[in-house]
């Protein structure tokens, strides 16, 4: 994939309702993210020097983490953390260079975000939790399970890629993808420590995009149960999805209908139910 289509894309099968070629395009508007409540706890944790931010939210029952995109933030989850974090503690961590992460300027990659994850989850006392992973927070996850198998219950993934090549740039010339959407670089420019340094974080992350991940090959050592989200008009190839939940012992597929590759924002209700149903929590 090349850096100029990133660029233009950056501005078992479950049927989880009836979705036809006639179903009702969720993306005819992009919507945002509902506003992200106020954290219970945040901070960062000291990770090979940088600060890797956290918060959390909610105060009784089971961990649950979620991981954003790329060039995204934890303000992405604020259409899932009121539903999660009644009955559940919800950690929202930022990987490097993202939102009020620090970041040294050198290469991005998914390892040293799956390392970065394990750091905060030994700096609050996780043992291990289920990991809920938007794209580039989905590549994270997977790799999680590979690498840190003992540290992952389940894994959700929403929008994920295992190759480089398994994201479709075709669909860049169609809605929602050709929307205008500036809200990562509003953001960054807001909350980032460093907001001056937007173009070259953002150059950085499409740089790992053309290279990364190349773990198609390891996804049969996962050995946790795993879903695969993916919407019905998703950047992800159909064939790639399927490449991926077959590589997995036991893997789940879930095609949110109507939905592209912002089902979280568009379609909250059921992107909330369907991993509510999977990882058996309320």
């Not at 100029?4 to 009702?24: E, K, L, N, P, Y």
């Not at 954290?39 to 600060?51: F, K, L, M, W, Y």
């Given at each position: 994939?090349?850096?100029?289509?990133?660029?233009?894309?950056?501005?078992?099968?479950?049927?989880?309702?009836?979705?036809?070629?006639?179903?009702?395009?969720?993306?005819?508007?992009?919507?945002?993210?509902?506003?992200?409540?106020?954290?219970?706890?945040?901070?960062?944790?000291?990770?090979?020097?940088?600060?890797?931010?956290?918060?959390?939210?909610?105060?009784?029952?089971?961990?649950?983490?979620?991981?954003?995109?790329?060039?995204?933030?934890?303000?992405?989850?604020?259409?899932?953390?009121?539903?999660?974090?009644?009955?559940?503690?919800?950690?929202?961590?930022?990987?490097?260079g993202h939102g009020r992460?620090?970041?040294?300027?050198?290469?991005?990659?998914?390892?040293?975000?799956?390392?970065?994850?394990?750091?905060?989850?030994?700096?609050?006392?996780?043992?291990?939790?289920?990991?809920?992973?938007?794209?580039?927070?989905?590549?994270?996850?997977?790799?999680?399970?590979?690498?840190?198998?003992?540290?992952?219950?389940?894994?959700?993934?929403?929008?994920?890629?295992?190759?480089?090549?398994?994201?479709?740039?075709?669909?860049?010339?169609?809605?929602?993808?050709?929307?205008?959407?500036?809200?990562?670089?509003?953001?960054?420019?807001?909350?980032?420590?460093?907001?001056?340094?937007?173009?070259?974080?953002?150059?950085?992350?499409?740089?790992?995009?053309?290279?990364?991940?190349?773990?198609?090959?390891?996804?049969?050592?996962?050995?946790?149960?795993?879903?695969?989200?993916?919407?019905?008009?998703?950047?992800?190839?159909?064939?790639?999805?399927?490449?991926?939940?077959?590589?997995?012992?036991?893997?789940?597929?879930?095609?949110?209908?109507?939905?592209?590759?912002?089902?979280?924002?568009?379609?909250p209700d059921t992107f909330?139910?369907?991993?509510?149903?999977?990882?058996?929590?309320?």
């Amino acid at each position: 994939m090349k850096l100029s289509d990133m660029i233009r894309a950056a501005s078992v099968i479950v049927m989880i309702a009836a979705g036809t070629a006639q179903a009702d395009y969720r993306w005819k508007a992009l919507p945002a993210p509902l506003p992200l409540p106020a954290a219970d706890v945040s901070g960062t944790v000291a990770v090979q020097g940088e600060r890797v931010y956290f918060e959390t939210h909610g105060t009784h029952g089971p961990w649950i983490i979620f991981l954003h995109g790329g060039t995204a933030s934890v303000l992405s989850w604020g259409s899932q953390v009121p539903a999660f974090s009644r009955n559940n503690r919800v950690l929202l961590i930022e990987s490097r260079g993202h939102g009020r992460s620090t970041w040294d300027g050198t290469p991005l990659s998914y390892d040293r975000m799956a390392s970065d994850t394990v750091a905060v989850m030994d700096a609050l006392g996780i043992d291990k939790a289920p990991v809920v992973g938007w794209s580039d927070g989905g590549n994270t996850a997977l790799i999680m399970g590979i690498k840190f198998p003992d540290r992952v219950e389940k894994i959700v993934t929403s929008g994920s890629n295992a190759e480089p090549g398994g994201i479709d740039t075709s669909v860049f010339d169609k809605p929602p993808y050709t929307f205008p959407n500036d809200s990562s670089e509003r953001s960054y420019k807001i909350i980032s420590p460093t907001p001056e340094r937007w173009e070259a974080f953002r150059d950085a992350v499409f740089k790992m995009w053309e290279a990364e991940p190349h773990i198609a090959g390891q996804l049969g050592q996962i050995k946790v149960p795993v879903l695969v989200m993916v919407g019905e008009y998703d950047v992800i190839k159909a064939e790639h999805t399927k490449m991926i939940v077959d590589s997995i012992a036991g893997a789940r597929e879930a095609v949110l209908p109507g939905a592209s590759h912002y089902a979280l924002f568009e379609d909250p209700d059921t992107f909330n139910r369907t991993v509510k149903d999977f990882l058996g929590v309320k």
